[in-house]
Antibody, heavy 119, light 108 residues
Framework: EVKLVEAGGGLVQPGGSLRLSCAASGFTFGSNWMHWVRQSPEKGLVWVSR????????DYADAVKGRFTISRDNAKNTLYLQMHSLRAEDTAVYFCARASYLYFGLDVWGQGTTVTVSS | EIVLTQSPGTLSLSPGERATLSCRAS???????LAWYQHKRGQAPRLLIYGASSRATGIPDRFRGSGSGTDFILTISRLEPEDFAVYYCQHHGNSIYTFGQGTKLEIK
């Protein structure tokens, strides 16, 4: 079964840091680009970041650029999102998602992990 | 940066009816990079349509995507109870992956 499982969410104070992880199974993890997408209580889905299959290329949404870092360990089949200087507006459910290598689209998603930034 | 505007914000229909959801881009986009997703609260989002009109694996044929240029449509021909959810379009361009703000499809 193809599966993505996020972990690492929690309550953090403004200005704090958190590292999310996404464990992949059931497919050749190193073959696919991977993304992070978030959903806050008030907003819909918002794209956060993506990384190519070997980790050599990354992109970020303007809202997180310079504060978040996406990375991956293909030997461990795991995707990461290191988040620094967290703000209240970063409060959201964070999903990892697999990009299909056949077409444009995020074809496998995790269930999400919740990040709450509050004092 | 391309902005995707979805309409309506909320659509109230009954099972068995036809739903038409719109996604308008602020400038012309390639159909190759236009996708639609379904999201139910507490669940993982699900890819429905890629390339503007191709159904993803396992998606019933009552879901149909169409459009080109700046205007794209997701049509659900006969609503089933499990179709009531929030729907998003997404575009990729210039290293940015933009979602529309979503259309909530609710039971009337």
């Amino acid at each position: 079964e193809v599966k993505l499982v996020e972990a690492g969410g929690g309550l953090v104070q403004p200005g704090g840091s958190l590292r999310l992880s996404c464990a992949a199974s059931g497919f050749t993890f190193g073959s696919n680009w991977m993304h992070w997408v978030r959903q806050s209580p008030e907003k819909g889905l918002v794209w956060v970041s993506r990384i190519d299959n070997d980790g050599s290329s990354t992109d970020y949404a303007d809202a997180v650029k310079g504060r978040f870092t996406i990375s991956r360990d293909n030997a461990k089949n795991t995707l990461y999102l290191q988040m620094h200087s967290l703000r209240a507006e970063d409060t959201a459910v964070y999903f990892c998602a697999r990009a299909s290598y056949l077409y444009f689209g995020l074809d496998v998603w995790g269930q999400g992990t919740t990040v709450t930034v509050s004092s | 940066e391309i902005v995707l505007t979805q309409s309506p914000g909320t659509l109230s229909l009954s099972p068995g009816e036809r739903a038409t959801l719109s996604c308008r881009a602020s400038q012309s986009v390639s159909i190759t990079y236009l996708a639609w997703y379904q999201h139910k609260r507490g669940q993982a989002p699900r890819l429905l349509i890629y390339g503007a009109s191709s159904r993803a694996t396992g998606i019933p044929d009552r879901f149909r995507g169409s459009g080109s240029g700046t205007d794209f449509i997701l049509t659900i021909s006969r609503l089933e109870p499990e179709d009531f959810a929030v729907y998003y379009c997404q575009h990729h361009g210039n290293s940015i992956y933009t979602f529309g703000q979503g259309t909530k499809l609710e039971i009337k």
